[in-house]
């Protein structure tokens, strides 16, 4: 942990002091941590099932360009990104939004995930899902294994999945990557089933200019 | 079994094959004047390649003339180790690992790195059913009646069929020999009482023998804290009876019958409605079987057995609530086997011998898991044939092959093909090649079980998937599909391609060492497969042939005679088991791990990646046997280790606590930097003094240092004294 801080917060100054040498160079990108990220979790859970209980069932909506929550009343424009409940994760676009939002999970490092890849971008939705499951073919797919996370059915804990670097084209036509590190509140290295779950914890770059790198 | 032994040392002197194999069918009537009557200066160290095998080829041969890696456990060494059930006696063999079936019925064995499905397990070459979740529970076999266990490593589909992949152990019962009397009692740790007796005569043509056993114990409990016992008090009984009659000195006829009841009384702390509740309830379990087996010789080259074999198992589990004495959880399982089977030897020469046979089998499997109480059948006909050709008495080649049919997955060919070498008196070379196979079993095409105590999620065989989906969602309860239904269905066997090679040498003189190397390439690996989450959030899993692994290792025996009545073992086995899928992936760089402290993603190096849960890299066992035939003491000192190994991800707990899985590191495979268990060496001991060839008294102690791991490996007892006294009369009575 402290090697790779000291690492980012060197990285960042070395960025930082060439950024404002050069005025015509694109400002340098860092990655910035997002914290708790609240994806409905109820007001309790039922410890016999274990599921949560209250459920609003709606999203938590993110915009990589803000850094922030964006307001459930905005659902309908194209101001977020990434929609986030439970463990579903929406791209504002096709069936989940008005925006034209594109993600992919690409296997690999987090920080070694210099450039988006070009192509392979898609929409929530977009082939038509299998009749009758309307999140069946979301960008970035939904289920134990499948998606970013692998569930531990011992434990009773989901962990996001090791290398899975989701890389996320905004509306705005503007590149983002990120790597979710925790599903429960605070981050614990051992997380368990009495965790308060459905909480994200995620590392991201975001590029706001017009170019496909991450450094 | 003395004398036996003694025969084909002097036969095996003669050059002719063919002498041999009429040695061994002199063996059958020989056996007769066997007794349990020592031989002075018997030890036992006693020629042990001569011993005779019946598993590897299905006909008498002797051990050293085999060219696949097969071993025996002769009866004076199950004694001697004061073993009591099946598993007792597996778990300190050189390869062989008993597993906890954590969330299944009780032990299973793993060999060569497969799991316990993986080999089939025969009394009397007929296989033993009840594989209720997989494995077979290997405490249902009482080994008092057991004259030896055969092992064949290795697959051996060729001649048996399903199942035979990682290899085969046939429990050879005893035949009725002489007249003989015995009665065996012993009490030990947890309660433990053994109580059991066989009677035995012949009378001219007849010949009758009946073995009964019961054991019980209070099983023990390692998390006191918990309520409930980890292992919950059993009693059992076990009949085995065995009829043989000689119509003439060409045909004979053996009946053998069994019968075991099981009850266990179970007290449970259950989640329900969010509260933890007690219950108490009760778990029986049967199986009978019925055996006769007509042999019949035309000729000196010519005979022909007739064998038929029916056998039912059925178990049935509920637990109530204490509060209310309401239901809380019912199971139920029953299965049948039924199978006529006919074959023939034939010997052109004393260099070529023939081996042919066909049969058919009817299975039936009835559960409440399959959501109705319907029996669903499978029927497999089959033919085999087995080659040996022994060219020279140095040389002999054993080539084979099975074509089962089967009613659901269709046809499997297994060939195989084994040949051995002798270098000189000192060494001898073996190789063998085979495929084997594993048909899907009921559990994967049939299950409709929905498990709403453990989490809750519903498992769907592939037969009953498709409807079963369509049915939910029609009701609307389907939220998500994580695999297109339609790609369901239509399981395959799992096949294996396996080779096999070693070598008998003998280091210096007395000191022996047997050696095989094996690489195991499995196919088609049938594996649970996310099928869709339901809206109240239950993952629904079916089945689909996904998987590739491997498994390979080295297998060492050594054998010495450090004295004349005391022999020195050692076994080692060295394995690596790996799905093939992860391997590669590992390999091209593509698999990841986090650091679970610094959260930080690393990528897993070439090296990195352990292998299968539940496999050790290394295993091994040294042991001591003393055995004094004139003063009648023997004893054993025996250790067996067990290297470290991962836990996957077993969906259940053991008396209320949560096995932690290996994987910390949020890649699902098992790498060096997961949780592993522990190695652990456990050292049991025992002696036993004989007196006037009748009266037997030993006292031991297994696991004498007490290791016990109470969740990691709940298998496994503390320490557990035992003593016994036995009593044998026998009396020779010659053969008309």
């Known amino acids: 942990m402290k090697?790779?801080?000291?690492?980012?917060?060197?990285?960042?100054?070395?960025?930082?002091?060439?950024?404002?040498?050069?005025?015509?160079?694109?400002l340098p990108v860092v990655a910035t941590t997002f914290s708790n990220l609240a994806a409905d979790p109820g007001t309790g859970f039922n410890p016999s099932t274990g599921q949560p209980t209250g459920l609003t069932r709606k999203f938590t909506l993110f915009s990589?360009?803000?850094?922030?929550?964006?307001?459930?009343?905005?659902s309908a424009t194209n101001k977020w990104d990434l929609g986030f409940n439970g463990t579903t994760i929406i791209v504002n676009s096709a069936t989940s939004g008005p925006g034209t939002s594109q993600a992919q999970i690409v296997s690999g490092i987090f920080d070694e995930l210099n450039t988006a890849p070009d192509a392979g971008y898609k929409s929530d939705n977009d082939p038509a899902p299998i009749a009758g499951a309307p999140n069946a073919n979301l960008a970035i797919p939904t289920g134990s294994g499948q998606g970013w996370y692998t569930y531990d059915g011992a434990a009773m804990v989901n962990r996001p999945t090791a290398g899975k670097v989701i890389v996320v084209k905004t509306s705005e036509g503007r590149y983002a990557k990120m790597e979710i590190i925790s599903y429960y509140k605070d981050a614990p290295a051992s997380p368990t089933s009495t965790n308060a779950a459905r909480y994200y914890t995620f590392r991201y770059v975001y590029q706001p200019n017009d170019t496909k790198t991450f450094n | 079994m003395v004398p036996a032994i003694l025969i084909f040392a002097s036969v095996k002197k003669m050059p002719s094959s063919l002498k041999w194999i009429l040695g061994s069918l002199t063996l059958i009537s020989m056996t007769c004047f066997a007794q349990d009557n020592p031989v002075d200066g018997d030890t036992i160290a006693t020629k042990q390649l001569d011993e005779v095998i019946v598993t590897a080829t299905r006909n008498e041969r002797t051990m050293g003339s085999l060219p696949m890696p097969v071993s025996l456990i002769p009866k004076n060494q199950i004694k001697t180790m004061g073993s009591l059930r099946l598993n007792d006696v597996l778990t300190e063999q050189t390869g062989l690992v008993v597993v906890p079936q954590v969330n299944a019925q009780g032990n299973g064995i793993q060999i060569q790195g497969f799991n316990p499905d993986y080999t089939l397990i025969?009394?009397?070459?007929?296989p033993i059913i009840g594989r209720y979740t997989g494995s077979l529970e290997l405490s249902r076999i009482a080994v008092g009646n057991i004259k030896q266990i055969e092992i064949v490593k290795g697959p051996s589909s060729s001649l048996y069929g399903s199942d035979a992949l990682a290899g085969v152990i046939n429990i050879i019962t005893d035949r009725p020999q002489g007249t003989r009397v015995n009665a065996a009692i012993r009490y030990g740790t947890n309660n433990t009482l053994d109580v059991n007796g066989d009677v035995g005569f012949t009378k001219k043509k007849l010949g009758v023998y009946l073995y009964g056993n019961r054991y019980h114990t209070d099983g023990y409990d390692l998390s006191p804290q918990n309520f409930g016992k980890t292992v919950s008090?059993?009693?059992?009984y076990t009949i085995n009876s065995k009829i043989t009659y000689k119509f003439s000195p060409l045909t004979d006829i053996s009946v053998a019958g069994r019968f075991f009841n099981e009850d266990q009384v179970f007290r449970f702390e259950v989640e329900s409605n969010g509260s933890r509740i007690r219950t108490a309830g009760n778990g029986n379990t049967q199986d009978w079987n019925f055996n006769p087996v007509l042999t019949h010789r035309f000729s000196d080259k010519l005979k022909a057995i007739a064998r038929f074999y029916s056998t039912h198992y059925q178990t049935e589990t509920y637990l109530n609530l204490e509060t209310d004495g309401s239901r809380y959880y019912q199971d139920d399982f029953t299965q049948s086997f039924t199978r006529p089977e006919l074959n023939a030897e034939y010997f052109f020469n004393e260099k070529n011998i023939l081996t042919i046979g066909g049969g058919y089998i009817k299975e039936m499997v009835q559960t409440s898991r399959y959501g109705d109480e319907e029996n669903r059948y499978q029927e497999t006909s089959y033919g085999f044939f087995q080659y040996e050709w022994l060219p020279m008495q140095k040389v002999s080649v054993i080539a084979g092959g099975r074509y089962d049919y089967n009613s659901i997955y269709g046809g499997q060919f297994s060939p195989k093909l084994s040949s051995r070498y002798e270098l000189n008196k000192k060494v001898t070379f073996k190789v063998s090649g085979g495929i084997g196979f594993k048909a899907p079993d009921f559990r994967q095409l049939y299950f409709n079980f929905n498990n709403s105590a453990a989490g809750g999620y519903s498992v769907l065989g592939t037969e009953v998937a498709i409807d079963r989906l369509a049915e939910l969602d029609a009701a609307g309860q389907i939220q998500t599909y994580l695999f297109d239904p339609a790609l369901l269905g239509n399981l395959q066997a799992e096949r294996s391609v396996s080779i096999n090679a070693g070598a008998n040498i003998e280091v210096l003189p007395s000191l022996k060492m047997d050696l095989n190397v094996f690489h195991n390439s499995i196919n088609n690996l049938i594996e649970t497969q996310a099928v869709a989450i339901t809206t109240s959030g239950q993952s629904i899993y079916s089945y689909r042939n996904i998987l590739?692994?491997?498994t390979q290792g080295v297998e060492s025996n050594f054998s010495y005679p450090v004295m004349k009545y005391l022999n020195l073992s050692a076994g080692y086995q060295l394995l690596y088991a790996k799905d093939r899928d992860v391997a590669e992936a590992v390999k091209a760089g593509e698999v990841y791990w986090r650091d679970p402290t610094t959260l930080v993603t690393k990528r897993l190096k070439p090296g990195e990646y352990f292998g299968l849960y539940n496999r050790s890299r290394h295993m091994g066992n040294l042991k001591l046997f003393y055995d004094h035939k004139p003063s009648g003491w023997e004893g054993s000192l025996r250790v067996i280790y067990r290297?470290?190994?991962g836990i996957g991800n077993i969906r259940g707990n053991i008396q209320g606590e949560v096995i932690p899985p290996s994987d910390t590191n949020s890649n699902s495979i098992l790498d060096i930097y997961d949780e592993f268990v522990k190695g652990y060496a456990l050292v049991n001991i025992s002696a036993a003094k004989t007196i006037k060839n009748s009266l037997r008294l030993q006292v031991g102690v297994d696991n004498l240092f007490d290791y016990t791991e109470p969740v990691l490996i709940p298998n496994l007892p503390g320490r557990l004294y035992y003593a016994s006294v036995s009593y044998s009369f026998s009396k020779k009575n010659v053969q008309p």
């Open chain 1, 3 to 26: 090697s790779t801080l000291s690492l980012v917060v060197l990285v960042g100054f070395v960025i930082a002091f060439t950024g404002c040498s050069e005025d015509d160079e694109p």
């Open chain 1, 64 to 74: 990589f360009k803000t850094g922030g929550i964006i307001a459930n009343t905005d």
């Open chain 2, 122 to 126: 025969l009394i009397d070459g007929e």
């Open chain 2, 233 to 236: 008090p059993f009693t059992n």
């Open chain 2, 548 to 550: 590739r692994a491997y």
């Open chain 2, 643 to 645: 290297g470290r190994y």
